[in-house]
């Protein structure tokens, strides 16, 4: 009699628990969704709704809003120049971050716990800190409003760095490493044979956090570039105005579609995230 009250009243605390756990999933669904709701239903309303009023329902003002938004920037453009560095920076900044995380984690050499101390401390400054010295130094090398400006500073990522190398010391024995110097393999082909491929579930997360984060990037493309035509869609979206202020109407659609590429990578690559840690789960057992 006793076990049959204690197994009911565990299932009720665990129906209770589990209860409280999804309505606080939800909660917090719903409080991250809530800035996509604003912009869905912003984009179809006009200007004067957006700054007078709530907007909860959606207008009918969204093919306006789209057709001025076409009027005055080159959206084609503007995507593409985004992607171009999206992509540029997610490709170059990941691998060389990669191998710099393989070195501090499976190489032994003098400074290497001093070198990583500095890498960790310089992850905790703000980037808004060398803003001024990096636009001087950009200037003294003829770089300004060159893409070059927003391609090689982002080499060297500390955050990455360090997600990598923790990344690698648990899911990179050293005796896979060992097996492959005894075969003859020298440390490039280790390193793109056996470590990359090992990887490609880290590869893939910090990849799309760089890839989002460059596709958003404002305030670093705002101060190197000038010319109209090089402006990233960020740039172009901001610059979206009528003949006495902002138009946020065509504002929130650029926005809306801004988001477009971030959704269709984060779908792509979810999918082959859960692949790669089922595989790589395989290989360390």
């Avoid at 809306?256 to 790589?280: R, T």
């Amino acid at each position: 009699m006793r076990t049959n009250i204690s197994s009911g009243e565990a299932r009720i605390k665990r129906a209770v628990c589990r209860t409280f756990i999804y309505l606080f999933a939800l909660i917090v669904a719903a409080v991250a969704f809530y800035p996509f709701f604003v912009m869905i239903i912003s984009s179809t309303h006009d200007n004067y709704n957006i700054v007078a009023k709530i907007n909860v329902l959606p207008g009918s003002r969204f093919s306006e809003n789209f057709m001025r938004l076409t009027q005055n920037i080159d959206l084609a453009k503007g995507i593409m120049n985004s992607l171009f560095l999206a992509v540029t920076v997610t490709v170059i900044q990941n691998y060389f971050t990669m191998m710099a995380a393989y070195a501090f984690s499976k190489f032994e050499f003098k400074g290497k716990n001093f070198l990583f101390s500095v890498v960790l401390v310089a992850m905790m400054l703000p980037g808004q800190l060398g803003i001024i010295g990096f636009y001087k130094e950009i200037q003294a090398m003829h770089l300004l409003n060159n893409y070059l400006a927003l391609i090689i500073p982002t080499i060297s990522n500390c955050f990455a760095v360090f997600f990598y190398k923790q990344f690698i010391d648990g899911a990179l024995p050293n005796e896979l490493i060992e097996a492959a110097v005894m075969d003859g393999c020298g440390e490039l082909k280790i390193f793109h044979r056996i470590v990359l491929p090992l990887v490609v579930p880290a590869l893939v997360t910090q990849g799309v956090m760089t890839f989002i984060g460059s596709w958003n990037s404002y305030l670093t493309p705002l101060i190197i570039l000038n010319d109209k035509k090089k402006f990233t869609l960020p740039l172009m979206i901001a610059s979206v105005r009528d003949s006495t202020h902002a138009d946020y109407g065509a504002q929130y659609v650029g926005m809306l579609v801004s988001i477009i590429p971030m959704v269709v990578v984060f779908c792509f690559s979810s999918k082959i995230i859960m692949e790669k840690i089922s595989v790589g789960a395989a290989v360390k057992g």
